[in-house]
């Protein structure tokens, strides 16, 4: 099984500190994402990376930025954390072949963050 | 215009009674479709995938898609009251159909 793991479960945070959300896969996949998911809002997409130091913007960026130095990591930070910003982290990976069956979405357990 | 849209609900039905979950996508080239449970403080996990036409059953459940109409179905048996969950459609997009973009989600309840 594709085991995502979310180094945090729950977090409370400070208006104005640097957060690090880290996820670690372990089924050698290429792609990586951070989705938030907030009520009413559904997942919306946050960063995606396809590669080894490569990432692409999702939908929502603003205030987050991504780290991916190794292909089984993928790390999620807020320069300074602002109370928007508490939301449900979810992390997920995929094997990056599409139109296949292995291109599924796997996802962590999830990060709760608190900004307070 | 959303990439994907479901109808938030909730939508409730009795046990044993068919549950008709339907969702909408923009992009016309999309392939493949997934369909996602998610209780209650929990992560998403997938259900169903279906990527031709037609009707692709598992079990209780029974993924509708129809391409030149751009929507895609859950259909679930027999539902029982373990159903209740909200159920998240995801449809890969972009270049190389790599992002997944999620509707909100339907919340369904099952009502013993």
């Known amino acids: 099984d594709v085991k995502v793991t979310q180094s945090s479960r729950y977090l409370v945070k400070r208006t104005g500190e640097k957060v690090f959300l880290e996820c670690v896969q372990d089924m050698d996949h290429e792609n990586m994402f951070w989705y938030r998911q907030d009520p009413g809002l559904g997942l919306r997409l946050i960063y995606f990376s396809y590669d080894v130091k490569m990432k692409e913007k999702g939908d929502i960026p603003e205030g987050y930025s991504v780290s991916r130095e190794k292909k089984e990591r993928f790390s999620l930070i807020l320069e300074s954390a602002s109370t928007n910003q508490t939301s449900m982290y979810l992390c997920?990976?995929?094997?990056?072949?599409?139109?296949?069956?292995?291109?599924?979405?796997?996802f962590g357990a999830g990060s709760r963050l608190t900004v307070l | 215009q959303k990439e994907v849209e479901q109808n938030s609900g909730p939508l409730s039905v009795p046990e044993g009674a068919i549950a008709s979950l339907n969702c909408t996508y923009s992009?016309?080239?999309?392939?493949?479709f997934f369909w996602y449970r998610q209780y209650s403080g929990k992560s998403p996990e997938l259900i169903m995938s279906i990527y031709s036409n037609g009707d692709k059953e598992d079990g209780r459940f029974t993924a509708q898609l129809n391409k030149a109409s751009q929507y895609v179905s859950l259909l679930i048996r027999d539902s029982q009251p373990s159903d209740s969950a909200t159920y998240l459609c995801a449809v890969p997009s972009g270049g190389n159909f790599n992002k997944f973009y999620f509707g909100s989600g339907t919340k369904l309840n099952v009502k013993p």
């Open positions: 992009d016309r080239v999309s392939q493949s």
């Open positions: 997920a990976s995929s094997s990056g072949q599409p139109l296949t069956g292995a291109n599924v979405l796997t």
